[in-house]
């Protein structure tokens, strides 16, 4: 396929990857909200202006080669045209002296890729960092892992849980969106650079066999090939301790290019490995998933997000129930909100429809521009870190009048003052491509925390407002407590994260799980100690 064609397929592609309009300063966090991936699609509308016509200029102009072409056949095929005629032969001479030089140097189709590349570098700087297309393969991965998803399957389009024999649908979407074979190869290749087999593998095999299928076909767009596929699963193999995978996939690769000579020596290797150690051909390595050591409660905290949210069930524990709250208070007599009791130790409840469609909408809105990469205390500095994905945003509550009717909703309902300094802004978080937050307290676990800047004492509670509804994931799992909460939209979830002796609640240990489909928002009101003493008593009983 010709430079142009290629160069033109080639942008259109990158058009997927564009980025976040805000400028250059948020390039390489595209990833980390679903609402910057949302704006993505603007630049590659603009691209495809620019694509459409670039490919009317070459349509036009592959026309009228096309009737030069046929004006010449005609001639060539017709036996009564004698070049004895002495128009025809001057017509022929001027064709071969002229006609012909005029269309192979014609400037058309320069002036056409010319006008593709410079639309393209006006909009280019609209488009992510490489580290966005590195956070969003991680992020696969990560839905991968703590789903449990097949990875035949989601190159499919298909969301499936497989343990055994057993298969589960966690989410069947309207419209099936398969990935391509250099789809696969890139979140193959991203996990391949980190060193991480274990993802690596399963994704460049699932690219090897949809390379193999189409061998022979080239799509423009494409970085990889099968033989760069088969170059990578081999090595990757190789480090795993299969050898003979390994070498199996270098001699394939040979097939297809056999003037390779580091594959050859490569092939050699592996031979003199296996023959040194026989065993090696018949023993197949067993790869470990990376650990993570700062999550000692993976296997838990997986397990708890795989139920997409698990309740305790009601009528088994009478303690737990659902009842219209008012909370003695007379802005909510007239219209109490529904509570229902989600969990006793630590406390956690559920106050349904606590805000309308129209107070999500508007709160999102009011967070949207303001939208940051999401970061966590580390000692004394606060940092974005990839155990947590989303961006947020503080909003103080003279940005509307509808945030401080907001306030009193939520005093109301906790009987606690949450008005500066007593509480902190409220946060409104948007959560990105497999967005999530393991596991963590609210409140502060280190004397040099950030959170005691604000000197009013560490997070009492925390309420939490879901602002959208998601299609699958997205739960909130309490960990220690083994329970988990899905997204109830517009929905409000609350705890106390400390007990009345000031101690944290080790209890409230709590998780965002991946999103697996859907727009996650949510908003926090984070209640701080200093101000409540009156509100929520203290007690000198560690158990209260």
Same mark, same amino acid.
């Given at each position: ?27 390489? &966090? ?33 026309? &009228? ?7 010449? /056949? ?147 767009? &494409? ?35 056999? &003037? ?80 229902? /009791? ?5 406390? /956690? ?172 928002? /949510? ?22």
């Amino acid at each position: 396929m010709g430079s142009v064609a290629r160069l033109a397929a080639v942008l259109a592609v990158l058009a997927l990857r564009a980025g976040d309009p805000v400028g250059a300063a948020a390039r390489g &966090d595209t990833f980390s909200a679903l609402t910057s991936v949302a704006r993505a699609l603007a630049p590659e509308r603009r691209l495809l202006g620019l694509l459409r016509r670039y490919l009317r200029g070459e349509e036009a102009r592959l026309r &009228d080669l096309t009737r030069f072409y046929d004006k010449v /056949v005609s001639l060539h095929e017709d036996s009564e045209t004698p070049v004895s005629n002495p128009l025809l032969a001057f017509t022929l001479i001027k064709r071969l002296q002229s006609d012909w030089r005029n269309v192979v140097h014609s400037l058309e189709a320069s002036e056409n890729i010319r006008a593709l590349k410079d639309g393209y570098e006006n909009v280019e700087q609209d488009l992510p960092a490489f580290e966005d297309l590195e956070g969003a393969a991680r992020a696969l991965m990560r839905l991968q892992d703590v789903y449990m998803l097949n990875v035949k399957g989601l190159a499919r389009g298909v969301f499936q849980r497989v343990t055994g024999s057993a298969v589960t649908d966690l989410y069947n979407p309207r419209r099936l969106f398969s990935l391509t074979a250099d789809d696969c190869f890139q979140v193959g290749k991203v996990a391949y650079d980190m060193g991480d087999y274990y993802h690596a593998i399963p994704w460049l095999e699932e690219s090897v066999s949809l390379f193999r299928g189409s061998y022979g076909e080239w799509n423009t767009e &494409d970085e990889a090939s099968l033989e760069d596929a088969l170059d990578h699963l081999a090595f990757a193999y190789f480090q795993a301790g299969n050898v003979s995978c390994a070498l199996s996939l270098s001699r394939e690769f040979l097939l297809y290019s056999p &003037d390779n000579k580091r594959m050859a020596r490569n092939v050699l290797k592996y031979e003199k490995l296996l023959a040194e150690s026989p065993n090696q051909a018949v023993v197949e390595a067993v790869i470990q998933r990376p650990n993570v050591p700062h999550l000692q409660t993976r296997d838990t905290y997986e397990g708890l997000c795989q139920t997409l949210g698990s309740q305790p069930t009601h009528y088994q524990t009478p303690s737990l129930h659902c009842s219209y709250e008012t909370s003695s208070n007379p802005y909510l007599l007239l219209q109490p909100v529904r509570k229902e /009791v989600i969990h006793l130790e630590p406390y /956690v409840v559920l106050y349904h429809d606590f805000v309308s469609d129209l107070e999500a909408q508007k709160i999102r809105g009011l967070a949207e521009p303001w939208l940051q990469r999401s970061v966590v205390a580390s000692g004394e500095k606060q940092l974005p870190v990839e155990y947590r994905i989303s961006k947020s945003a503080w909003l103080k509550d003279t940005a509307d009048p509808m945030l401080v009717t907001l306030d009193h909703r939520i005093a109301a309902l906790t009987g606690l003052d949450v008005q500066p300094p007593y509480a902190e802004y409220l946060q409104v978080v948007n959560y990105g491509i497999g967005g999530h937050y393991e596991p963590h307290f609210d409140h502060a676990t280190s004397p040099s925390s950030p959170l005691y800047r604000m000197k009013s004492g560490n997070r009492v509670a925390t309420f939490m407002i879901y602002l959208s509804s998601v299609e699958a994931g997205g739960a909130t799992a309490f960990i220690y407590a083994n329970f988990s909460v899905p997204v109830v939209k517009n929905a409000a979830l609350f705890w106390w994260n400390l007990h009345r002796s000031g101690e944290g609640d080790s209890d409230t240990l709590h998780a965002a799980c991946p999103v697996l489909v859907g727009d996650k928002w /949510v908003a926090n009101k984070w209640i701080h100690e200093y101000g409540q003493e009156f509100r929520r008593p203290c007690s000198s009983s560690p158990g209260d």
